[in-house]
């Protein structure tokens, strides 16, 4: 007896890239995140909820493909603006010689704490633990830092959800209501108090205020220039890498604060060729869902907990 294919499910959006492209689009990207370390398990154990479940408000904004590539790449570049943040990358990893797999790293992270049984989620809190322990060193101002550090945690937790709410509110879902985002700040607030953050902000009013009291923190010197550079000019294994690397790029950047686009320094042409690129990410955003619905590791965690995969795109 063969098992009945489930009808796919109905996402937000028209979607103009037709179902042949979609499937194409699905294997590049596949391709494109795959690691060579090992893979969480999404389909086992069954029932097994993770660390948030399928109620919460961080599986529905994580579940936006698009929204999340492009709130990935603003993170990474608002996350640069602190010297000390930028410091323990510059100096312990190949970001330099190697952004793809940075950003394979981050975005499985992401995916196993959000998605993964909580065996596997707290085996990735685990291990980003031990690697921070051993990232610590002097900055370029003679400064010491160390990953391991509250406020350098909770700097980067910050600028990464802000920029998740940013890109969900902006390709998937305008006008999402300040109690969904409050309510998304305090669950995903547990994950940065598991790596050793402190004082984490769990609504907007809170996220706000630490951006206000961190600006004075930060600075835009040549090496965040160069992190804008190494994301602007990397070297994707896909077709038409450079049109999609620089449509992600721009739509990226228009995520970012006023006041981060104002340290950064950003032209009049860069703002417009960057709001050109979030308009192309709108129209493209459906087609880009719906090619990595099923089979993806949301689906597969749906699929795992019961849960109906559509209704990550449904809010009462």
């Not at 065996?119 to 400064?143: N, Q, S, T």
């Not at 999609?244 to 042409?269: C, E, H, K, Q, Y």
């Amino acid at each position: 007896m063969t098992e009945k294919r489930a009808a796919a499910p109905r996402l937000p959006g028209v979607m103009i890239v037709p179902r042949p492209l979609r499937r194409l689009l699905q294997r590049q990207v596949v391709a494109l995140l795959s690691r060579s370390a090992p893979a969480a398990d999404y389909d086992a154990p069954v029932g097994d909820a993770g660390l948030f479940g399928p109620d919460s408000v961080t599986w529905k904004i994580h579940a936006d493909f698009p929204s999340m590539m492009a709130g990935g790449l603003a993170a990474l570049m608002l996350q640069s603006l602190h010297p000390l943040a930028l410091a323990g990358v510059w100096d312990h990893s190949a970001f330099r010689t190697d952004i793809l797999g940075r950003l394979r790293n981050t975005t499985a992270f992401v995916s196993r704490t959000t998605y993964a049984p909580r065996a596997a989620a707290e085996a990735a809190i685990a291990r980003v633990l031990e690697i921070h322990h051993g990232v610590r060193g002097v900055a370029a101002d003679g400064r010491a830092y160390s990953a391991d550090d509250p406020h350098l945690l909770t700097w980067v937790h910050c600028a990464e959800c802000w920029c998740f709410l940013q890109a969900y509110q902006t390709y998937c879902r305008a006008g999402m209501p300040l109690a969904q985002q409050d309510r998304y700040l305090d669950e995903m607030a547990r994950i940065a108090e598991a790596l050793g953050a402190r004082q984490v902000p769990r609504s907007r009013a809170a996220l706000d205020a630490f951006f206000a009291a961190a600006r004075a923190e930060l600075v835009f010197d040549e090496r965040t220039r160069e992190v804008l550079r190494v994301l602007r000019t990397m070297r994707l294994p896909i077709p038409m890498a450079g049109l999609s690397r620089n449509v992600f790029i721009g739509a990226a950047a228009v995520l970012l604060p006023d006041w981060a686009l104002a340290l950064m320094d950003r032209t009049p042409l860069q703002r417009l060729r960057e709001r050109a690129a979030a308009r192309a990410l709108q129209l493209l955003a459906p087609s880009i869902r719906g090619a990595m619905a099923e089979g993806g590791l949301a689906w597969r965690a749906c699929r795992r907990t019961g849960a109906d995969y559509a209704g990550l795109f449904r809010w009462e």
